[in-house]
């Protein structure tokens, strides 16, 4: 059967090969469907956003659809860069919008945030699973480590042991992250489902 990720992101598209393959779905990205859909993100919650994304795709395929929506939530910037995170206040690196959280936070104690993942799953017969994950943590004095990506070097999840996640190995991320929590409810769901053939 059918999946097609709502992306091309070839990270992120291998990640979910590896992960899909073994419950007998031939995963194809967007782009090797020929589906070149620029879907509006105008949902105000990352759950409707990924919705929206999958259901596009779904509407056009009929077929199974993942598709995912993540972001950082400050708690003292009342939940900012959220549904911004890749694109807060229009800066056009990630070093500037790192940089726009910790200016923000000059002289706040309450440095509390976290990371939000929502996949969406559209099954074959067009009804849509949610599954969120979400990772605790504070937000550092200063950037910190090259690992990861976007908000990295910056975040230090409650179980960093004091550490930017940037500063910890991939495989961390791997086990901990908000994007891993959501990976599990997703395969904890289609494991207790019996795929049809
Ligand atoms: P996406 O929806 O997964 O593409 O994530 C949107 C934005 O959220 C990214 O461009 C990053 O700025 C931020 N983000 C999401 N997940 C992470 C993460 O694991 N580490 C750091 N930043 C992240």
């Known amino acids: 059967m059918k999946l ?3 992306s091309n992101n070839k ?3 291998r990640e979910y090969k590896d992960i899909f393959e073994p419950f007998g779905f031939l995963v194809r990205s967007q782009g090797e469907e020929n589906i070149n859909l620029e879907v509006e993100e ?3 919650t990352f759950e409707q956003n990924a919705a929206l994304k999958a259901r596009a795709i779904y509407d056009r395929a ?3 659809v993942i598709s995912d929506d993540s972001g950082l939530e400050v708690e003292a910037l009342g939940g900012e860069p959220g549904l911004y995170s890749a694109r807060y206040k229009g800066l056009q690196t990630e070093h500037e919008r790192r940089m726009a959280v910790l200016k923000g936070l000059e002289g706040k104690d309450n440095r509390n945030a976290r990371f939000v993942t929502c996949i969406c799953f559209i099954d074959e017969t067009g009804k849509e699973h949610l599954f969120t994950g979400i990772w605790k943590g504070v937000i550092a004095a200063k950037e910190e480590g090259a690992n990861g990506f976007g908000y990295d070097p910056i975040f230090i999840s409650e179980d960093g042991n004091g550490k930017t996640t ?3 190995p991939l495989s ?3 086990t901990y992250s908000h994007r891993a929590k959501a990976v599990k ?3 904890a769901y289609l494991q207790s489902r019996s795929l049809p053939a």
Do not use: N, R, V, Y
């Open 62 to 64: 009929h077929c199974c």
């Open 11 to 13: 990270g992120k598209i």
């Open 4 to 6: 097609i990720i709502a």
């Open 172 to 174: 961390f991320k791997e």
């Open 185 to 187: 409810a997703l395969i």
């Open 166 to 168: 940037a500063s910890m």
């Open 42 to 44: 105008t949902g105000t």
